[in-house]
């Protein structure tokens, strides 16, 4: 699936009620960036090891894509 499609459809459209979540695309993917990064760190903690390097939680691989 391209990226782009991904954002559109998970956007809701204005014309039917729905609140706009992002000024634009590219905030969209700034946001999901920023939250593929907060579930490598929650992985770590809470299906992972644990892994801890000077007091900062160690982001993990994750299996899923941040397009997925």
Same mark, same amino acid.
């Given at each position: 699936? /391209? ?32 939250? +593929? /990064?907060?579930?490598k760190?929650?992985?770590?903690? +809470? ?10 939680? /160690? ?7 941040? /397009?997925?």
């Amino acid at each position: 699936m /391209e990226f782009n499609h991904f954002l559109s459809s998970y956007m809701p459209d204005p014309s039917i009620g729905g609140q706009q979540l992002f000024k634009d695309k590219q905030d969209a993917r700034q946001t999901l960036a920023l939250a +593929y /990064e907060y579930f490598k760190r929650f992985d770590n903690v +809470y299906g992972g090891l644990g892994i801890v390097h000077n007091g900062c939680i /160690e982001a993990l691989r994750r299996p899923q894509t941040m /397009e997925n």
